[in-house]
């Protein structure tokens, strides 16, 4: 499904813009608000769901409890009050289901931004080498990878894949040759042969794991020295993966620190992500009681991912429709959080506010009142 959506859905939009203006950073770039505009209505749900669910969470927990308790014996009408709680303020999960439906959506953006033209593309084959005397009572198992779409002009993009009719299981002495093709069975190198300047497009084939026990040409043949197992990589250069913008050296570029230097222009995508991030999660908590656990996780969280880049390298292209992103986010956000509430969350949001303003100093801040009254009950009740 990633695939198709990415072939059937992003990349035409991806060449529109390009076709608009030709610079593949600003493609990226109005490409993400495009999909950002796209799922806005489902991601404010999970927006809205969330901060409802901030508000109700201390009322619906203690009101579950009493429920419990109230109908230990009898199950049936537990499950009809309970069923009466969640219709009153929302089932915690409703939040989930947005997020679930535009996930396809989201991987495929990302699969699409990882590849071609914006990167090189890998095409792995995992081999094993059998003696000689075995290979002979293997059934041959063509092997073909996914699918990817190689851009060999600004405006032309084909799928290709690679192969291996007898499949990865080769005898050792053997020499077999890896098919780079269209899905209609074209061969790649006719493609290229095909377009200008395009044995800038001729694979890379090398040896990642197993170096004596197979080698490979430059022309993608593998001869197979001894038993064992091993992995071939082919890599199909990026169009775009060493074009820059703006500050960006290249977009494809991968790795906050190679060759023994560091690359700023990644650091900087780096550090934008994880201010973005943080600049989301603040604009969450607007107008909302202070609450100390959800504050350290705002603050360790972005941290946390952010780092995490650092050791997880990306294309700077991919960090790049990460920061746009994060900044919609951080706008859509703090738009939701200006909206009205219902009646009924409204009334529990400001006990609570007031609660947080009368309470003593170095009383827990979502604990509640020091006279243990929660938000839905009557202000005249006994303390």
Not at 82 to 95: D, T, V
Not at 116 to 123: C, G, I, L, W
Not at 190 to 199: E, F, K, L, Y
Not at 245 to 257: D, E, N, S
């Amino acid at each position: 499904m990633i695939g198709y959506i990415s072939d059937n859905l992003l990349l035409p939009i991806l060449d529109f813009f390009y076709g608009l203006v030709p610079s593949y950073g600003l493609a990226i770039v109005a490409l993400t608000v495009v999909i950002r505009l796209a799922l806005f209505p489902l991601s404010a749900g999970s927006i809205r769901s969330a901060r409802r669910m901030r508000i109700a969470q201390p009322v619906m927990q203690k009101r579950q409890a009493e429920i419990k308790a109230r109908y230990a014996s009898d199950p049936q009408k537990q499950q009809a009050e309970l069923g009466k709680l969640m219709k009153e303020f929302g089932s915690p999960l409703a939040g989930c289901l947005p997020l679930l439906v535009q996930m396809p959506i989201l991987f495929a953006l990302f699969a699409t931004l990882r590849g071609s033209p914006f990167a090189d593309v890998p095409y792995t084959l995992n081999l094993k080498v059998l003696p000689s005397d075995q290979i002979a009572a293997v059934e041959p198992k063509p092997f073909t990878s996914a699918s990817h779409s190689i851009f060999v002009t600004e405006t032309n993009h084909v799928p290709v894949v690679a192969s291996l009719p007898g499949g990865t299981k080769i005898g050792a002495g053997d020499s077999v040759a890896i098919q780079l093709e269209t899905r209609s069975g074209e061969s790649f190198r006719d493609v290229i042969s095909g377009v200008d300047n395009g044995q800038r497009f001729v694979p890379t084939w090398t040896v990642t794991k197993g170096e004596d026990i197979v080698k490979v040409s430059e022309n993608g043949q593998i001869q197979a020295l001894t038993t064992g197992d091993a992995t071939v990589e082919g890599k199909i250069p990026g169009l775009a993966a060493r074009s820059g913008f703006l500050f960006i050296k290249a977009l494809g570029q991968v790795g906050f620190y190679t060759e023994g230097a560091i690359n700023w222009d990644i650091a900087i995508l780096i550090g934008a992500f994880g201010l973005s991030l943080f600049a989301s999660q603040l604009l969450s908590g607007m107008g909302m009681p202070a609450n100390p656990q959800q504050s350290t996780a705002n603050k360790i969280t972005p941290v946390m991912i952010t780092g995490m880049f650092l050791f997880f390298p990306l294309p700077a292209g991919v960090l790049l429709y990460m920061v746009i992103a994060n900044i919609f986010q951080a706008l859509q956000t703090f738009l939701l959080t200006r909206e009205a509430l219902p009646d009924n969350l409204q009334s529990i949001l400001d006990d609570q506010m007031l609660q947080k303003a009368q309470a003593p100093a170095g009383a827990s801040a979502g604990g509640g009142s020091s006279s243990g009254r929660m938000p839905f009950e009557p202000k005249g009740g006994n303390k």
